[in-house]
């Protein structure tokens, strides 16, 4: 089922990057409500399913996009976001460092 689920995500991705706001939303909703979320390509340890590689596309067609980006504000809750994922990224690492070397 890993093809079925990569092909349905590579689709789908394609026709968001072609389409509109809404209308990529649509097919992004349609993935999600449609396809079964527990069939998932496994990379090592790690399962993606479809709808995580629609949203990463998402994501890169619109930080790729100039006009929107400079609509965007830096705001406080920003900032803790940003911290928030640099100490999830931080501290396993730390640990596997540690538990290696220590």
């Known amino acids: 089922m890993t093809n079925v689920t990569l092909t349905i995500a590579i689709a789908a991705s394609m026709l968001i990057l072609y389409l509109r706001p809404v209308?990529?939303?649509?097919?992004?909703?349609?993935?999600?409500?449609?396809?079964?979320?527990?069939?998932?390509?496994?990379?090592?340890?790690?399962?993606?399913?479809?709808?995580?590689?629609?949203?990463?596309?998402?994501?890169l067609k619109y930080l790729a996009d100039r006009n929107l980006m400079n609509r965007f504000k830096w705001c406080r809750l920003d900032t803790w976001v940003v911290c928030y994922i640099l100490v999830c990224v931080i501290i396993p690492f730390i640990s596997v460092v540690t538990r290696t070397f220590g």
């Open 23 to 59: 209308r990529a939303l649509a097919v992004y909703l349609t993935v999600l409500m449609w396809y079964p979320v527990y069939l998932v390509i496994s990379v090592g340890t790690i399962d993606i399913s479809a709808g995580r590689i629609m949203v990463a596309v998402l994501l």
